[in-house]
């Protein structure tokens, strides 16, 4: 089992579709997650934390289920500047300097 | 302000040559640093991470190897390329004493072997 999993896609949506994006770990001890964001071609750039009470940042809304080792990204209101990979990111040691990316799931935001 | 510079941005390289990638922070001290990989249309395959000067992990198995010779210099090399070696090459860096460990991206190095 891979220790970082995201569903590939790709997810094709109009623009101001609503879109949620999951992801699961297989470390328990994991310590903090984020998701990134990787354009074409581009390095990955830090798009949220996620907190286990959950957090938005404006349009993106990211939660965390420790219970249930599970991590999910909401983006409201599509734009087609969200086309894009988003990567699941989960720190998986103790000491928290492993860094695993999940593959990626693929956003193409169509007009 | 922190910077992260990567070279060379991209090479070509025939199968067996030797390879050397440098990854160099600016404005920090004692960074975790890191080594990623990623195969065309395929996700982030960790290769290295340190924790300070001569502290390397390997994550996987291969025919790379890393170097930590300074506090903020990471260096990727190789003796003989394999085929299964092009890719982009991605450093990253993040603060020592953060427990979110956030990380930081170079441009990456795209590396091509014929």
């Known amino acids: 089992r891979k220790e970082v999993e995201q569903d590939p896609g790709p997810f094709n949506v109009p623009e101001g579709a609503t879109v949620a994006f999951n992801c699961t770990y297989s470390n328990s001890a994991s310590q903090s997650f984020f998701w990134y964001r990787q354009d074409c071609r581009k390095e990955p750039k830090l798009l949220m934390s996620v907190y286990s009470s959950g957090n938005e940042d404006g349009r993106f809304t990211a939660q965390l289920n420790r219970a249930s080792q599970y991590i999910s990204l909401l983006i409201r209101d599509s734009k087609l500047s969200d086309s894009a990979t988003y990567l699941c990111v989960v720190n998986a040691n103790t000491g928290g300097f492993k860094t695993i990316f999940g593959a990626g799931t693929r956003l193409f935001v169509k007009a | 302000s922190q910077t992260i510079h990567q070279w060379p941005a991209t090479l070509v390289q025939p199968v067996g040559s030797p390879l050397s990638l440098e990854c160099t922070v600016e404005g920090t001290s004692n960074p975790n640093l890191y080594w990623y990989r990623q195969a065309a249309g395929r996700g982030l395959q960790l290769l290295f991470y340190?924790?300070?000067?001569?502290?390397i992990s390997s994550e996987v198995p291969q025919n790379l190897s890393a170097s930590r010779p300074q506090d903020r210099q990471f260096i990727l090399s190789s003796k003989k390329l394999l085929l299964s070696d092009s890719g982009f090459y991605l450093c990253a860096w993040s603060v020592r004493a953060s427990g979110a460990n956030v990380l930081t991206f170079g441009a990456g190095s795209r590396l091509t072997v014929l």
């Open positions: 340190s924790v300070g000067i001569g502290q």
